[in-house]
């Protein structure tokens, strides 16, 4: 049986940031949602997660899932009640600003306006207008391709679970692919809706995003008090 506990990490070295980032580039790789948000560069995916993980763990929830060794297996990115990703000048200056530099003109238009934009009417229509600013908001969720499927997502979800209810709020997670979907439904979240975007535009004009990821779909997951099980199986969310 594997064995393991879960952390919050609130100061991460660089070498635990390090690890972090790698885990995510394993666990994401392939990931057509993940293509998209880099703008169809694939060489765009590190500094994003490095961006995602500092941001985190300055102003949001950085927990994670580790092994007797201090080996991080899973990890969790979450902003509780009244917060959210890259929403600060200090959050975005831990390499977001740079990640957005690297980025086409046209990219960064769809990154600042219309993808903000599009998420906000849709989490608004589906939550209410303060959805999800009250609710603790998943941006990412990775395991190590190693250890998936023997519980480890699962723990990090049912840690924030817990201290989710105990204020009578909820969890909220867009899932991007059909995979991940079939894994929310079985672990207990409550499907909400469907949401299409068009893609990004590419950082690289000679390299566009590939036709299969022409369109962006956010599946909406929201869990509410004991609707999560405490054992399951989870993989990698966006």
């Not at 890259?86 to 769809?110: M, V």
Request: aromatic share 10%.
């Amino acid at each position: 049986m594997l064995g393991f506990s879960i952390r919050l990490l609130k100061e991460p070295t660089v070498i635990q940031i390090d690890e972090a980032v790698s885990l995510c580039l394993r666990a994401y790789e392939g990931d057509e949602g993940l293509e998209c948000l880099v703008c169809g560069d694939m060489s765009l995916a590190e500094p994003l997660f490095r961006a995602m993980v500092r941001a985190t763990a300055l102003e949001g929830e950085f927990y994670v899932a580790v092994n007797d060794s201090e080996k991080i297996l899973g990890l969790g990115l979450w902003f509780g009640p009244g917060k959210d990703l890259f929403s600060t000048e200090q959050q975005r200056n831990l390499g977001f600003n740079d990640f957005l530099g690297r980025l086409s003109p046209e990219a960064q238009t769809w990154w600042t306006q219309t993808y903000p934009a599009k998420m906000g009417e849709f989490l608004s229509y589906h939550l209410g207008p303060q959805g999800k600013s009250n609710s603790y908001y998943l941006n990412c969720l990775a395991t190590d391709p190693t250890f998936q499927r023997r519980g480890v997502a699962t723990q990090i979800v049912e840690t924030v679970f817990q201290k989710a209810i105990a204020i009578e709020n909820r969890l909220v997670l867009i899932a991007t692919n059909a995979k991940t979907v079939c894994l929310d439904c079985g672990v207990g979240m409550r499907y909400k809706a469907d949401h299409k975007c068009r893609v990004n535009p590419s950082s690289r004009p000679d390299k566009p995003p590939s036709a299969d990821v022409s369109q962006v779909i956010g599946t909406l997951y929201t869990g509410f008090k004991y609707e999560l099980p405490a054992s399951g199986t989870w993989l990698t969310l966006a």
